[in-house]
């Protein structure tokens, strides 16, 4: 299976960016498609982006678009996520997993994700 760990959180101010990467190993050879959810305290945790094998298709919650990127490289078994105009509600634990299915649509349910990491804190301060 693939392990992943996610990192590059921190605190910002509002209008800040970050760039958090995550880590795969393992069985880093299969093809699979890549996401990033996060959680905000009370909260479920809820999908924010995805991004094919290629690259070539990507996927954004409305609430990112426009703001967040998506991008991987596969030489380095590494997918990240580029997060600009940081707003305080974006402020959650960040998760990236490895999909479970070909993409043949855009991936952004949980259900559709396996092989979480644990986890990369992002606050933003008012």
């Known amino acids: 299976q693939v392990q992943l760990v996610e990192s590059g959180g921190g605190l910002v101010q509002a209008g800040g960016s970050l760039r958090l990467s995550c880590a795969a190993s393992g069985r880093t050879s299969s093809r699979y498609a890549m996401g990033w959810f996060r959680q905000a305290p009370g909260k479920e945790r809820e999908f924010v982006a995805a991004i094919s094998w290629s690259g070539g298709s990507t996927y954004y919650a409305d609430s990112v678009k426009g703001r967040f990127t998506i991008s991987r490289d596969n030489a380095k078994n590494t997918v990240y996520l580029q997060v600009n105009s940081l707003k305080p509600e974006d402020t959650a634990v960040y998760y990236c997993?490895?999909?479970?299915?070909?993409?043949?649509?855009?991936?952004?349910?949980?259900?559709?994700?396996?092989?979480w990491g644990q986890g990369t804190q992002v606050t933003v301060s008012s």
């Open positions: 997993a490895v999909a479970t299915k070909i993409w043949s649509r855009p991936l952004s349910r949980e259900a559709d994700f396996s092989s």
